[in-house]
């Protein structure tokens, strides 16, 4: 039976072949697909937008949500997208390109990890399953912060884990300080994760760093991450941003530190309560077939120990014992963590997903049925496809055709007004124009729960002014529309809002039906009386 204790050594002249290899295939097996669906409401919409905002701004330091300030992630997404919009222009997949770059980046670095310190199979075998998961690869085609996070904590911890082996296996002065660029690594991606999205990329590597050290006896290296090799990277990667972010904006430091990380975690009034056990129905069934798939390898392998008996099956080297500690130790701690909340949502333990992976490898490797791997292999990139797919085409519901917009005559000049809800995709498939105006009951926002009306009413409290400006009733609307009589309006909303909010509107006919949601154009002064709408 092939093992991971039989494996040997890449020599070095192929050091790099695999990783330039699978680094080309990773990148086009998770790109492929990305542009197929519109932006999903309401994560993706809200952070596509607010980074084309953040590039048409110029302003690199504030996100803003709707044209106000939004601290409820830190900007690393943003950059990333904006950037992308640059270069590559307004479309769906590049708003994805960070999630991408997250997935692309857990991959490699788990790659890397394991052809140093188990084999080359192994490495292969793991990564291949990590991004064919249906979970990794759906993850990675969605625009939000946590598949950034997760592939910024995996480089993390496996560059912690490298330094800390190098450490213990260092000698000469020049092979003795090499655990140090690992230790430095470490911090860089740490303070990445924390520009993705906040103190938890410090305080879960961290929490697997010391808890592997501690199983692991290495007590000689337990000095490693307070090392200054190891922090400083992290000062001096976050530290301007949330420096520069607490100059302009007064109450930075307590809303986003202890309103978004301490209170979000410990609070009960956040979105999306589900029970403890909420994250392993969520892992078994979002990384079939690869979970069914290590269950059975696993029984398997303990019916072969059995029938073994007094002949056990080859004992691993002790260096994967320590990869198999330190995958089990981090698996437990990102799922653990996380299921400890009241809110638990569903990106929240991607990263527990590379440890995953390897472990299907070990179990099916102990199975001996690494023959069947390829079929595996085939079988879930096939559902992640037909998922991609489904869900780009036939399973997007009439309210997300949001492509639809683009067929709107709309001019810069105009002004979108969005009626009892924040539709945040809209402004992503319009041309450039002012910030939205959002009309609702503005005076109940402090028993809002966590949803859109909150985000911008907390946002509103960084620019007062300028929220007031944004976020009207209807009377309010209505002296705006009065006061630019001649200015185009395209709103959106509901009938049921528009009879409310804009009661010139009730007779009118939309100029683009989504669902439930319609889209109306009038000049602004036919709110006023003068006119009808179009």
């Known amino acids: 039976m092939h093992s991971l204790a039989s494996a040997r050594a890449v020599p070095a002249r192929f050091a790099w072949t695999t990783e330039a290899s699978m680094a080309v295939l990773v990148a086009v097996w998770l790109l492929a697909l990305a542009w197929l669906r519109p932006l999903s409401d309401p994560d993706e ?70 052809k140093r310190y188990a084999s080359l199979s192994v490495a292969v075998a793991a990564a291949v399953v990590l991004v064919t998961m249906p979970y990794t690869y759906m993850a990675a085609q969605y625009a939000n912060m946590d598949m950034l996070l997760a592939g ?3 480089a993390c911890i496996c560059s912690a884990a490298m330094a800390t082996l190098k450490a213990r296996q260092a000698t000469g002065r020049i092979r003795g300080m090499a655990w140090m660029g690992w230790l430095a690594a470490a911090g860089v991606w740490a303070g990445l994760g924390f520009l993705a999205k906040g103190l938890i990329a410090l305080v879960l590597p961290g929490m697997v760093w010391a808890l592997w050290l501690v199983w692991e006896r290495r007590w000689r290296q337990w000095w490693l991450p307070l090392h200054a090799a190891a922090w400083l990277p992290v000062l001096l990667i976050a530290g301007p941003w949330v420096w520069m972010a607490q100059q302009r904006h007064g109450g930075f430091f307590h809303y986003f530190f202890v309103t978004q990380h301490f209170q979000r975690y410990t609070g009960s009034s956040f979105n999306n309560p589900q029970p403890w056990w909420f994250y392993v129905a969520v892992i ?40 198999d500690r330190l995958m089990l130790v981090w698996f437990a701690v990102i799922v653990l963590f996380f299921s400890v909340p009241h809110s638990k949502i569903v990106g929240y333990v991607l990263p527990a997903l590379p440890p995953l992976a390897y472990a299907v490898v070990r179990l099916v490797q102990a199975a001996g049925w690494q023959r069947w791997g390829r079929h595996a ?12 797919v489904v869900l780009g085409t036939v399973a997007v519901p009439a309210k997300a055709q949001w492509r639809a917009l683009r067929s709107l005559p709309v001019q810069p000049a105009d002004r979108l007004v969005m009626l009892e809800h924040l539709y945040y995709e809209v402004p992503f498939y319009l041309p450039a124009m002012a910030a939205p105006l959002v009309v609702d009951d503005w005076t109940t926002e402090g028993q809002q729960a966590d949803n859109w009306k909150k985000e911008l009413s907390d946002a509103a409290q960084f620019a007062p002014q300028l929220g007031n400006s944004l976020l009207l009733d209807a009377q309010a609307l209505q002296a705006y529309a009065c006061a630019h009589p001649q200015q185009r309006l395209w709103v959106v909303g509901s009938t049921e809002a528009a009879q409310r909010q804009m009661p010139p509107l009730a007779s ?10 319609q889209v109306w154009q009038l000049q ?5 009386g003068r006119g009808t709408a179009q």
């Open 45 to 114: 919409g809200r952070y596509a937008v607010a980074a084309l905002q953040m590039l048409r701004s110029g302003d690199w330091v504030t996100p803003a949500l709707n044209g106000l300030p939004f601290f409820h992630k830190p900007p690393l997404y943003y950059w990333l997208a904006a950037t992308g919009f640059q270069v590559a222009g307004v479309h769906e997949w590049v708003a994805r390109l960070p999630s991408l770059l997250g997935a692309w980046l857990a991959a490699m670095s788990l790659l890397v990890l394991l």
């Open 152 to 154: 910024c904590l995996t």
């Open 284 to 323: 078994a069934l979002a990384a079939l077939p690869w979970t069914g798939w290590a269950l059975a390898a696993g029984w398997r392998s303990g019916r072969r120990k059995a029938v073994a008996g007094s002949q056990p099956l080859q004992a691993a080297q002790p260096l994967v014992q320590s990869l």
């Open 377 to 388: 292999a085939a079988l879930a990139a096939l559902l992640c496809v037909a998922l991609a």
């Open 508 to 517: 009118a006919a939309p100029a683009l039906h989504l669902g439930g949601t």
């Open 524 to 528: 602004a002064g036919q709110a006023c």
